[in-house]
């Protein structure tokens, strides 16, 4: 009984492994483009205003 249950986590640990990396991989790139979104806009509204033009609603 115990080699079964080992031979089943030795077997499911490559694909929960690779699972965690995938989704921190791209839990990483969602937040970095949300940061330059956000930083992106806020300079896009400093030139506007430098500009004496009207913000972008």
Do not use: H
């Amino acid at each position: 009984m115990n080699d079964v249950i080992s031979g089943i986590v030795w077997a499911l640990a490559p694909t929960v492994l690779v699972g965690l990396l995938f989704w921190a991989i791209m839990r990483a790139i969602v937040r970095a483009d949300r940061n330059e979104r956000k930083a992106y806009t806020r300079l896009e509204a400093e030139e506007r205003a430098r500009r004496g033009l009207a913000p972008k609603p």
